[in-house]
């Protein structure tokens, strides 16, 4: 118990399956924190019920091996259920698809690996209880800026610069001449207004990051953002997610459960690919939208909220209203504002900034120190069309931190699909730039034989005698090749 006057202790709870390993993570900690240990999923998940009502757990350091479940999966659902907690994962195995879906789709913070030293786990675990704090702070900082009188009122402005940096428009990485630009541009006019908006793009572009960047624009910025992928959830499911519903309300309701538009009551719901909702659901949120109240499944009382909704789609929602799959006048409701995001192959300019941006966030997730790029990985980076945009950017970077051994991260990392540049990411770019190929038969074929030559050498780190075999060239035939084609200096 800590003493009169002193400062009460960040809370950590601490789930793994192995008794000495929770006792090596409690006499790690226990002077810095207060920590809570489970063995299970449930028995996590009963300590993050109790301790929320009694002053909540900041940060949550799950194994990724356990019975009945995975680190990953437990810590979506945290996600879901207290989205303000910090999600730090642990585990001996360094499976690239395992880490990729931790911090895509758990929002996990950190991902560490066994065996873990103590100096460096305690260390881990303040800087995760400092980004707790910062949440907190700007939350209440927003909170005091609408409230503060006019003489502290610039003080405060100060300190919530520095929390919004990372959520508002300054979080959007671009280039000066970027596309992008435009984007911005219309989030900072549009953001103060309770209006509507509706931003389209093709999936991976950022257009949860666009609408972050309105909800933290404006006034709303002190209070919740919500999110919701529709397209991922079942109709049914949906209903009781948004609504929330009360126990006994379906088969498997085994408690009362907030709805998400509750939580975001005075914030932001941002809700994703609304255009896979069927009409029969699309009907229940027009009614919101346009009373702005609910009645929570199983209940007899509607509730009343102050939302702003943000909606996202990859699909044109103008075809779907005329071919009848989308509500016309649920359209009109949510597309109040319109914001199309232009994909990453439409601003180049943006790409190396994205990378360093994105391998800050892939070294500060895994754990693991990184320099760099080197020249010839960014530049095949940068010559990619990248047809599934910033997702696709950042999975491909998060692998390659995963896969590095040294202080840069190598063109020898990529997948091949990156590193078989300049053809194109469709049949018709891929033909395009065949045909776009000078000369005659003999001299597009010599360019066709130096770029698949380029590929072999660079992911075998040009080690000629692998290349070779790869190949199926002698050494000295190879090197012939590549003296003719200029490779050699390479």
């Not at 002190?222 to 126990?247: I, M």
């Not at 491909?396 to 194109?424: C, H, N, S, Y």
Request: overall charge neutral; aromatic content about 6%; glycine content about 8%.
């Amino acid at each position: 118990m800590n003493a009169p006057g002193s400062h009460k202790l960040p809370s950590v709870l601490v789930i793994d399956d192995e008794v000495r390993s929770q006792e090596a993570l409690r006499r790690t900690l226990e002077e810095d924190f207060t920590v809570h240990c489970a063995s299970g999923a449930d028995e996590g998940r009963d300590i993050l019920q109790r301790e929320m009502l009694a002053g909540g757990v900041q940060i949550v350091l799950c194994d990724q091996r356990m019975p009945g479940t995975t680190g990953v999966r437990f810590l979506q659902e945290v996600r879901e259920r207290w989205p303000d907690v910090v999600r730090i994962i642990l585990s001996g195995y360094t499976d690239a698809e395992d880490i990729i879906t931790g911090v895509n789709e758990a929002g996990i913070w950190q991902y560490l690996l066994k065996p873990w030293q103590p100096e460096q786990m305690l260390l881990t675990l303040k800087r995760a209880a400092e980004v707790w704090r910062l949440q907190q702070d700007n939350q209440r900082l927003s909170l005091e800026l609408r409230t503060a009188p006019p003489v502290l009122r610039r003080r405060v402005e100060s300190k919530y610069d520095k929390a919004r940096h990372a959520f508002g428009l300054a979080g959007l990485v671009r280039a000066k001449d970027s596309p992008l630009n435009e984007v911005c541009a219309l989030v900072e006019r549009i953001a103060p207004f309770d209006l509507s908006v509706m931003v389209t793009g093709e999936s991976g572009t950022g257009k949860e990051m666009v609408a972050r960047a309105i909800h933290y624009e404006s006034g709303r910025a002190g209070k919740a953002f919500v999110t919701e992928n529709c397209g991922a959830v079942p109709d049914t499911l949906l209903e009781a997610e948004l609504f929330g519903h009360k126990r006994g309300a379906f088969t498997g309701a085994v408690e009362d459960r907030v709805g998400l538009f509750q939580l975001a009551d005075g914030g932001t719901l941002f809700l994703d690919e609304i255009g896979e909702t069927s009409p029969a659901f699309q009907v229940k949120l027009l009614r919101v939208l346009q009373e702005g109240e609910f009645r929570p499944l199983g209940s007899s009382r509607s509730v009343t909220v102050d939302v702003r909704v943000i909606a996202a789609t990859n699909r044109d929602l103008e075809e779907e209203v005329r071919a009848g799959r989308f509500r016309e006048d649920l359209y009109y409701r949510l597309a109040t504002i319109a914001i199309h995001v232009p994909p990453l192959r439409a601003r180049p300019m943006d790409i190396p900034l994205l990378a360093q941006r994105l391998l800050d966030a892939s070294c500060r997730a895994l754990g693991k120190a990184v320099d760099g790029f080197t020249g010839e990985a960014l530049a095949c980076i940068a010559a990619y069309r990248w047809p599934g945009n910033v997702r696709e950017l950042h999975n491909e970077i998060l692998r390659m931190v995963a896969l590095a051994d040294g202080p840069k991260l190598g063109a020898d990392l990529l997948t091949a699909r990156v590193l078989r540049t300049p053809v194109g990411d469709t049949q018709a770019e891929e033909l395009a730039w065949l045909a776009g190929l000078s000369g005659g038969l003999k001299e597009r074929m010599d360019q066709l034989e130096r770029q698949v030559l380029k590929e072999a050498m660079i992911r075998h780190r040009w080690n000629k005698s692998k290349a070779a075999r790869d190949l199926g060239l002698s050494r000295v035939g190879l090197r012939s090749k590549l003296v003719r084609y200029g490779l050699e200096q390479q």
